[in-house]
């Protein structure tokens, strides 16, 4: 395989300041022409050789396991409803509005990861609590990939149930960062420092803001002990190295790493990785890789890979 073959890979996993970073396709998108979290956008990846992707997967009503984003089928496909109140046979006779194409099974895209040496990021879009029967079903559906799978949760209720494959942490539900966000259903409030965080120690005003941090990142760490990787949104990330915390450094000790969600095409792609990386990012998430792998790897912008 040549150099214009190797060039993304290659991108994606650079050495920063002596460190491994690794850049992951959001819902699998590579390509802007096939629908996000489907099965041609997990072959598209799969062929250009990231070192990582995403997919969102929900539970059906039988429990079959779908590679979907929203809780409803309504605003992406020809169907309507919840999907967790659909079958699979509801389910196969639904198809992405853009596109054209199906929804991806997990089962489907593990097959195909199964032949390639991407890691495969699960992000597990329930916050019910989840039953031993779907516990074991979603560990059996991934151990084919044992090695190169990580599981995601907003839910450590969740996470911690998992014992046959690493799980990564969302702390989103407990404690974030969204300048100009509007109230929703958690966090409640927002504390003095300005972090959406329903915890007392976020209105008592006399610890300082790096003794505030640190207290409530060692408390969330006690909610997922066995977590190997948090999952943080790039405002929180951002906002807590202003304030002082370096939170890739935090977490390090507890041999945890640190992936950043999500990165933009509206966003400013050299400077945001520089502050990320400087955070102790080691994962950054992206819906735009080839723009960030340009980036990084100097590619002129009329180089790389071709949408099919």
Known sequence: MGDADDWLPAALQP????????VCCHSAALSAAHAPNGLAAVLVCVEARVPRLEVDVRFAADDTLVCFHDSTLD??????????????????????????EPLALLDEVVDVMR??????????KLNRPIS????????????PLAGRVILGSQSPWNLRKFTRVPVAFDPTLF????????????????????FWDDSPLARNPYPTVLEYLE????????????????????GTVLRMAELGLNLGEHLAPRGIELAAWTLRARDPIEPTLTRLWAAGTTTVITDVPLDVARVLSGTRPGV?????
């Open 75 to 100: 605003r992406l496909t020809t169907g309507a409803g919840r999907v967790a109140e659909a079958s699979l046979l509801a389910l196969r006779a639904v198809s992405y509005r853009a596109t054209g």
């Open 175 to 194: 404690l974030n960062y969204t300048a100009g966000r509007r109230q929703s259903l958690y966090p409640r409030q927002r504390g003095i420092h300005g």
């Open 15 to 22: 050495t920063i300041s002596g460190r491994r970073r690794v």
């Open 132 to 143: 031993p029967e779907r516990v074991q079903r979603l560990e059996s559906a991934l151990e």
């Open 215 to 234: 207290t409530r990142i060692d408390e969330l760490h006690g909610l997922v002990p066995g977590a190997v990787e948090w999952m943080v949104d790039i």
């Open 115 to 124: 032949r390639s040496d991407t890691v495969l990021q699960v992000d597990l």
């Open 304 to 308: 790389g890979i071709a949408a099919p």
